[in-house]
């Protein structure tokens, strides 16, 4: 084993005596004021990265063992009692009659699961605004807090409809919905799909998961983008899966390395996930490109997942292809809905078709039916607007052309920030989202989330590092840009003042 393989290990072994999982590192360190992240103690975990010799003495103090030992430099063992003794000052024990409480934690399931969309920068934010402190937040694509309103006549037709949404719906949704989704697929000339094939979720992300959970069994492994939407791999691993991550290419306008992914594909690899448009970098993928994907899945008899939510929020007179209508012999699984192109996140409605062929997946069809049944239907209120959102005018298609909303602040958030020194950024084609690139020699950056912690503590800017989405360079963060131009110039000021001065330590 290298040196980081033996810390991985070691460190595995040390939590496991000390009854320790990843959070309660995190929450010690936080406790002492030491700056340790969740995604960092994952990458010692996984054998990814050594720590400073700091986080090693830390680590090494609260699992009482020697760091020597941890850092796999000696064959000294342990020094100090492998059992931490219990002090009634221990903040985590409670003492009822004199007898230790029976203490409870997470699964371990989740020990290498992480969001960092909601995770320890944004808890940091949490606490500012607790505080009083007004923080500007540009981490998540939650389009109501900017003014981005739901149709009245959406709003009025689920006023209608809601004393008819009582009871529960069929477990894959109500027929008005799903025919309005069949027949949005055959405008997107998704083949082979009936009314059967579709099914309603609480947004797409419950639909990930139950799909993902149908599919995976420990060992199996999933192709995902990195940088990616961190639901997939969250999911994924959670369904004991592994989650591999192929690269997009910044130098081609994000968009896949075809050989990274024939590279990374095993006889253990069930699938391929993309994310078209794409989150967090707002590339829209070609038809070259899409066919491309699909030659390797045809070769490799891949699983094919399309998340495709930002589907309508496509600028500069390009037009959005949904995979799936280039793959009628491969099974697909398409996920869509109208949080984001529709401007109703809080509704949660989302949906996933399953096209192509499905003669080779029979078994794995009826354990998604198995799971849709398992939690009875989705949002029936919500379901009952599908038909009216997907069918007459379209109000996202104003935001989205010269003058609207969405393509103006993309033009100004692009040049915005790449008029700032040290950022560079490739301009995206469709959602709400920029990818930027910031130098991190000229900033001395190793750690992308402290650079989020600074900027968020120094100019109450809330943004999301590039490790948040799987990236593994400390180099590129998240901009949403659904705020105003005006608060958009402000905080583009803000971010060049903070850079202007700005050294990590």
């Not at 020990?111 to 969309?117: K, T």
């Amino acid at each position: 084993m290298n040196s980081k393989e033996i810390f991985a290990d070691r460190l595995q072994s040390a939590m496991r005596q000390q009854n320790m999982k990843q959070i309660d590192l995190v929450r010690t360190a936080e406790s002492r004021h030491i700056k340790l992240g969740k995604s960092h103690v994952s990458q010692y975990v996984s054998g990814k990265t050594l720590p400073r010799p700091d986080i090693l003495n830390f680590l090494a103090e609260t699992l009482c063992i020697n760091p020597e030992w941890l850092i796999g430099n000696t064959d000294i063992t342990r020094s100090e009692p492998a059992v931490r003794p219990i002090k009634k000052s221990d903040p985590e024990i409670e003492l009822m009659g004199g007898t230790k409480m029976r203490e409870f934690k997470k699964s371990s399931k989740l020990d290498n699961v992480l969001y960092d969309v909601r995770g320890p920068v944004v808890e940091e934010a949490s606490r500012m605004e607790e505080a009083g402190t007004h923080v500007l937040k540009l981490n998540i694509g939650n389009p109501a807090p900017f003014g981005f309103r739901t149709p009245d006549e959406v709003i009025y037709d689920m006023r209608q409809q809601l004393t008819e949404c009582e009871g529960y719906s069929d477990a894959k949704g109500l027929f008005s919905a799903r025919k309005a989704i069949m027949q949005y697929a055959q405008l997107k000339h998704i083949p082979n799909v009936s009314i059967g094939d579709i099914y309603t979720g609480n947004g797409v992300s419950e639909l990930i998961n139950l799909s993902l959970s149908a599919l995976l069994d420990n060992g199996d492994e999933i192709l995902i983008p990195s940088p990616d939407y961190p639901l997939w791999t969250a999911c994924a691993t959670l369904a004991g899966g592994k989650a591999v991550h192929y690269i997009c290419d910044e130098q081609s306008e994000w968009y896949p390395d075809m050989d990274d992914i024939e590279k990374k594909i095993t006889d253990k690899t069930k699938a391929i996930v993309i994310i078209n448009p794409n989150n967090p970098t707002g590339a829209l993928y070609p038809r070259e490109v899409l066919q491309k994907i699909v030659d390797i899945a045809r070769r490799h008899q891949l699983i094919i997942f399309s998340d495709e939510i930002y589907d309508r929020l496509v600028m500069d007179g390009e037009e959005h292809i949904s995979i799936a209508s280039l793959a009628p012999d491969l099974f697909c699984v398409t996920f869509s809905g109208l949080s984001k192109s529709h401007m109703i996140a809080g509704y949660r409605i989302g949906w996933m078709i399953l096209s192509g062929n499905k003669h080779h997946v029979k078994d794995y069809i009826e354990g998604i039916n198995m799971l849709s049944n398992m939690r009875l239907c989705s949002n029936v209120p919500a379901q009952s607007i599908v038909q009216t959102a997907l069918g007459g005018h379209q109000s996202v298609n104003d935001y989205i052309i010269p003058g609207g909303r969405i393509y103006e602040q993309r033009e100004f958030i692009y040049k915005a920030l790449t008029d700032i020194p040290g950022i560079t950024a490739v301009k995206p084609k469709a959602a709400f989202y920029i990818f930027p690139k910031i130098d991190t020699k000229k900033f001395n950056i190793t750690n992308d989330e402290q650079f989020a912690l600074d900027l968020l503590r120094e100019k109450k800017i809330l943004l999301i590092h590039g490790g948040g989405f799987n990236w593994k360079q400390p180099d590129h963060f998240r901009v949403v840009y659904l705020p105003r131009i005006e608060v958009l110039s402000k905080a583009s000021e803000e971010i060049a003042d903070f850079l202007s001065v700005y050294q990590q330590h």
